[in-house]
């Protein structure tokens, strides 16, 4: 029978080489056609939201494997404050957060609840490929946005769910 250790060692050498073998699959299309993504640099896998985000936000060109659930909901504290009921006031109308003053004049007022991190994406850098193993490349309760001339990222086999789905404009995926 094989040691702890040498189990350890074995595990880490399949997970190395699962997060290696991740390539994207297929060819970028159009305004995306000449993208190549983190190609030119390291390869990493991470093991926490803190990392990945890390990983995200670093100015290094990176392939980022996402072979697990990265669960952010709870991690940035709660909101409440006023909102509105743009779809009306009944037991099954969904509220809204007042974003950007996104509830018109004409919405009832309302007092939302929700998760702070849903609202805070993480800010994707340049030169990134953000790509999941099977089904395991999955964020929860945070969003990505490239924005500030972020360009060269591609995104492949990922979900992004549970962004305040109780309400209207809980988060951006």
Request: proline share 6%; hydrophobic share 35%.
């Amino acid at each position: 029978m094989p040691s702890i250790a040498a189990l350890g060692v074995a595990f880490v050498t399949a997970v190395a080489t699962v997060a290696s073998a991740q390539t994207v699959s297929g060819k970028p299309e159009g305004y995306g056609s000449k993208a190549t993504g983190g190609v030119n640099g390291e390869t990493v896998t991470p093991t926490s939201p803190d990392e990945l985000k890390t990983y995200l936000e670093s100015s290094d060109p990176l392939t980022v494997v996402l072979s697990q659930t990265f669960d952010f909901r709870g991690t940035e504290g709660r909101t409440e404050e006023t909102g509105c009921a743009p779809f009306g006031t009944g037991p099954s109308c969904q509220l809204a957060i007042n974003m950007n003053g996104w509830c018109s004049s004409d919405a009832p007022s309302a007092t939302v609840s929700y998760d702070n991190a849903a609202i805070k994406p993480i800010e994707v850098k340049s030169d990134k490929t953000i790509i999941g193993v099977g089904q395991s490349g999955v964020i929860l309760g945070k969003g990505l946005r490239l924005s500030n001339g972020a360009d060269n990222v591609i995104i492949q086999n990922i979900a992004i769910s549970e962004l305040n789905p109780h309400l209207t404009w809980g988060g951006d995926g």
